[in-house]
């Protein structure tokens, strides 16, 4: 038994020490299958005619996901459960108000919703 317990350990520590070495390459190559390489014209004003560019795709398409059907709370409760300081995207359109959390929006990114009758997307 505490042999085998030691084959176990040892083999722990060379994946660890594997993980180690080889995972900043894994990183770098999964990053360069998700790359674009673009050019940008330049004002002739800087010298240089163009810029060569690589663009990374950190996040797939619609990965981060949209508040489709937002829940909102009276203002006597936002107040008991907001800070003062709490910073917020505020829409006002026909008389109909709504306030958007930004530490909401942040994991969010965009709410799409319908004030005064008209709709909006919010984003942050």
């Known amino acids: 038994m505490t042999r085998k317990m030691g084959y176990i350990i040892a083999l722990s520590l060379g994946v660890l020490v594997l ?3 080889f995972v900043p390459q894994v990183r770098q190559f999964w990053l360069n299958l998700r790359a674009e390489d673009v050019q940008v014209q330049l004002p002739l004003a800087t010298g240089e005619p163009t810029l060569d560019l690589r663009i990374i795709t950190v996040l797939g ?3 981060i996901p949209a508040i ?3 829940q909102f709370i009276s203002a006597a409760e936002a ?3 907001m800070k003062p300081s709490e910073r917020v995207i505020g829409v006002s359109i026909n ?4 306030a958007y959390p930004l530490n909401l929006l942040g994991r969010h990114e965009i709410v799409n919703d319908t004030v005064g009758g008209k709709p909006v997307a919010v984003t942050w």
């Not at 008389?95 to 709504?98: D, I, L, P, Q």
């Open 19 to 21: 993980a180690a070495i």
């Open 61 to 63: 398409k619609d990965a």
């Open 68 to 70: 489709l059907d937002p």
């Open 79 to 81: 107040v008991s459960q």
């Open 95 to 98: 008389g109909e108000h709504r």
